[in-house]
């Protein structure tokens, strides 16, 4: 059973930086693709970032040039390193893993950019 636990959210001032982790454990052969999606207080969950296993990488407008998503393939995890927050990136933080093409989340970890 493929499990995955984020961390690394909190409370962080604006323009401040957070890094994000999310390690999977379970019996794992290959990770096809990894990402990030957050979902804000009454919207829905949306992309932050995606890589392949051949690292290529896609991000939205809203975060291209403030995040950047990396991995530990030996380690199975993925980061998400995200610099000048602001409040519109409050949200809880989920990353995803498609394995053998079987989608699977990490149960979320919160960010808050306040003062």
């Known amino acids: 059973q493929v499990q995955l636990v984020e961390s690394g959210g909190g409370l962080v001032q604006p323009g401040g930086s957070l890094r994000l982790s999310c390690a999977a454990s379970g019996t794992i052969f290959s990770i096809d693709a990894m990402g990030w999606y957050r979902q804000a207080p009454g919207s829905q969950r949306e992309l932050v970032a995606t890589?392949?296993?051949?690292?290529?990488?896609n991000y939205p407008d809203s975060v291209k040039g403030r995040c950047t998503i990396s991995t530990d393939n030996a380690k199975k995890t993925v980061y998400l390193q995200m610099n000048g927050l602001n409040s519109e990136d409050t949200a809880v933080y989920y990353c995803?893993?498609?394995?053998?093409?079987?989608?699977?989340w990490g149960q979320g970890t919160q960010v808050t950019v306040s003062s």
């Open positions: 995803h893993m498609t394995i053998r093409g079987l989608g699977y």
């Open positions: 890589i392949t296993s051949r690292g290529n990488t």
